[in-house]
Every structure is written in structure tokens, then in C-alpha cells.
């Protein structure tokens, strides 16, 4: 199901489902999807396009408390 809204505003339960899979814009949403994601314990995909438009990047976060989360990716 597609969600057109805000990310911040959905309920935690909104987000539970077998996978997330997003194309976030901001580091924020990516920051509040990486919380739920790992309290919820759902896998979780982001992709995204560098600002040149020419790559490309997909992540995946599996759950778990020995897996690396979107804040250990960075600086």
C-alpha cells in the first residue's frame, strides 16, 4: 500500500508490514522510518539519487539489535 504523506506523521502501527521500502528527501524522515523500523522489527529498504542525478543508492536494514542501522552509515 503507498503512502503519500509526511512519514513523521504516520502512527508506528502504520509502518508495520512484511518490508519498508522508501525514497526519502529528507535526513529527518530517514532518521524517524530507522527508529520505528528497528522498534517495530520490520526490514527496511531506502533508496535514493545523488543530486547530480547520475547514481544511484539503495540500503537495506534488516532488524535486529546486531544489525547496523541507518545512523551507523553516518559521519
Given at each position: ?8 506523521r ?31 522489527g ?17 540500503s ?16
Open positions: 500500500t503507498a503512502i503519500f504523506d509526511k512519514v513523521e504516520l502512527p508506528w502501527g502504520t509502518l508495520r508490514a512484511d518490508v519498508i521500502f522508501t525514497c526519502l528527501d529528507s535526513r529527518r524522515a530517514r532518521m524517524y522510518v530507522n527508529l520505528v523500523s528497528r522498534r517495530v520490520v526490514l527496511w529498504i531506502d533508496a535514493g539519487v545523488g543530486g547530480g542525478g547520475q547514481l544511484a543508492r539503495v537495506v536494514f534488516p532488524p535486529g539489535a546486531d544489525e547496523p542501522c541507518l545512523e551507523c552509515s553516518w559521519d
